[in-house]
């Protein structure tokens, strides 16, 4: 596996096909878009991350909106902070947002685990280079139980 920022317009580009075949084909949450591109207005200002397996097929990606930005969970996700939740926002908060993976479309591939714990390394590491110490991140309770037992499994992180 590699780990990296995407800045070349083809990584973006594989990131923008990876998420519209998760949010748009499979959990049709986002409407499908004719080019099969997912991509929205916050990826203007976005910082994307890719996890390649060695053949440079991408993984898994996400993105970061740093704190000076504005969030998903401001707009979108608003109704699921509690009433009088205030975002602490500063250049040491970010949110991850737009995780996607292809390990929902894989079936029997031993590397499926591999993908998501290089995924959240990435994240980690990011996360230390930038000086950022909070983030911030929506999923569903599946994928929290999922990281949560990633994150106790004492093989998970080598």
Known sequence: FTVRTLATEADK?????????????KLR??????????IDAYDQQGILLGAFW???VLSSTLRFLKGEQAYMLEK????????GFKLHKSKNTA??????TLVPLMTGHESQKHALDMIFKGMYHWSVVNDVRSLYFVVERAFMRLMAMRGRDSHAWP
């Open 29 to 38: 949450w986002v409407p499908a878009a004719q080019d099969e591109l997912e």
């Open 13 to 25: 580009r594989a990131a923008y096909q990876l998420r519209h075949k998760i949010y748009c084909e």
């Open 76 to 83: 979108e996700f608003k109704r699921l902070l509690p009433a």
């Open 54 to 56: 060695e053949n440079s």
């Open 95 to 100: 949110e991850v947002t737009r995780l996607a």
